[in-house]
């Protein structure tokens, strides 16, 4: 097992608290996430500084708009080199598509890498109940993630972002080159904190994710690295 399929979430407000993480889990080779506080507060430096310590960096600011306003996005998302970024399935095949072709030219133009591109299915803060009575979706939550993990097949994405409780269908229907990338997982020794779907690391790699993602029960340890060991130990128990 790959350290590197541990996506550490550094859901910090400042650069000084994110690097502070990187320095102390790089060594791990484990993979980091830069979502919307982190971004939104220290902006594109937080991911120069991750790759200028030889860190890899998912960018999670899960696009959601028009086709023409994600492309835009998704080429400053390439023009970054970051490793992987996502975009809600709900925006819709046209969405999708225009995110996959901007950020595929834009890697062929600056000469970097092509990101991998994950769909957002149903978050894993959402659980049946709050998909029906708040969202207004009527069908089984499973059926919907994935449906939508379809379009997100269709519009030619890399894989999606789903909760361990759907990893088994999506990888018994969409094979083992569609990446599942699954946050909602808590180590034995965590709380749930808001996420509703949740597993542990050794059930999430069992069933098939090919990543996982962790942020509070490693970030807030009073021990972030034996935090972080102690879910790769976990992560291991699954292979
Ligand atoms: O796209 C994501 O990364 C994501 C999707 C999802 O459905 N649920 C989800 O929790 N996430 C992210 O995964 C991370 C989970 O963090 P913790 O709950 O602290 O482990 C957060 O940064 C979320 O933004």
């Not at 991750?50 to 028009?66: A, E, M, P, T, Y």
């Not at 390439?78 to 490793?83: A, D, I, K």
Request: with cysteine; charged share 25%.
């Amino acid at each position: 097992m790959d350290s590197e399929r541990l996506i550490v979430a550094l859901d910090v407000p400042t650069f000084k608290e994110a690097e502070n993480l990187v320095d102390m889990l790089k060594p791990l080779g484990v993979t980091f996430k830069v979502g919307l506080e982190l971004f939104f507060s220290e902006g594109p430096r937080v991911v120069e500084m991750i790759h200028s310590r030889g860190g890899k960096v998912f960018l999670d600011c899960k696009f959601h708009d028009i086709p023409n306003t994600v492309a835009g996005a998704a080429r400053a998302a390439s023009r970054m080199g970051v490793f992987m970024f996502n975009i809600h399935v709900s925006g819709g095949i046209e969405m999708m598509k225009a995110g996959l072709e901007a950020a595929r030219e834009e890697a062929l133009k600056t000469g970097t890498a092509v990101p991998k591109i994950l769909g957002v299915t149903v978050l894993t803060s959402i659980n049946q109940g709050i998909l029906k009575d708040e969202i207004g979706i009527k069908e089984n939550l499973e059926q919907k993630v994935l449906d939508w993990a379809g379009l997100a097949r269709l519009a030619g994405l890399d894989g999606v972002i789903a909760s361990p409780k759907e990893i088994r269908s999506i990888r018994e229907q969409f094979g083992p080159d569609f990446l599942i990338v699954t946050p909602g997982v808590r180590p034995r020794f965590a709380s749930s904190d808001d996420q509703k779907r949740v597993m542990t690391p050794e059930e999430a790699v069992l069933r098939g994710a090919d990543y996982i993602v962790v942020g509070r029960p490693i970030t807030r340890a009073e021990d972030p690295v034996k935090a972080a060991v102690e879910v790769i130990k976990e992560m291991q128990g699954g292979v």
